[in-house]
């Protein structure tokens, strides 16, 4: 490590330091999702670790689904923190839904930071069973 790689690494803590003193650092980040689909429609699971129910928004609007959330990583008491990249994170995720979802019967679930989005088939795009009559 040389003396310029030093100082710019105290520079960057002293940023951080009089970041946190003003306000928080906030970034935002994609969350990881996992998607599941059967003939009944699609199950999401979003990852937002650190959000609670009253820091979460999930809307739908012209055939779009947003998900936008805030957490708070809080600091120990009697703990000070010396470098903070992420102190704030706000988590967005914009997704297509396609006309054969029901959004109007969506179904959300937010546990252990692991946000669960049901979202049926329309009745009239579920497959179903053709009943055959033998002459």
């Known amino acids: ?5 030093q100082m710019v690494e105290r520079n960057q803590n002293a940023v951080a330091k009089n970041q946190d003193e003003r306000s928080s650092p906030t970034m935002t980040l994609l969350p990881a999702v996992d998607i599941v689909e059967d003939a009944s ?3 999401l699971w979003a990852d937002l670790p ?4 009253d820091k979460l928004e ?5 055939g779009n689904l947003h998900i ?3 957490a708070v990583v809080p600091t120990p008491s009697g703990l000070r923190i010396q470098h903070a990249e992420i102190r704030r ?3 967005a995720r914009a997704f297509s839904l396609s006309a054969d979802l029901d959004a109007s019967k969506i179904e959300a679930n937010l546990q252990d930071g692991v946000l669960k989005l049901t979202i049926p ?3 009239e795009a579920r497959p179903r ?4 009559n033998v002459a």
């Open 68 to 70: 936008e959330a805030q």
């Open 121 to 123: 088939r329309r009745d």
């Open 50 to 53: 650190g959000v609670t129910k």
């Open 58 to 62: 999930v809307n739908v609007h012209d």
């Open 129 to 132: 069973r053709i009943p055959v």
């Open 89 to 91: 994170p706000h988590f």
């Open 1 to 5: 490590m040389n003396d310029t790689t």
């Open 41 to 43: 429609g699609v199950t």
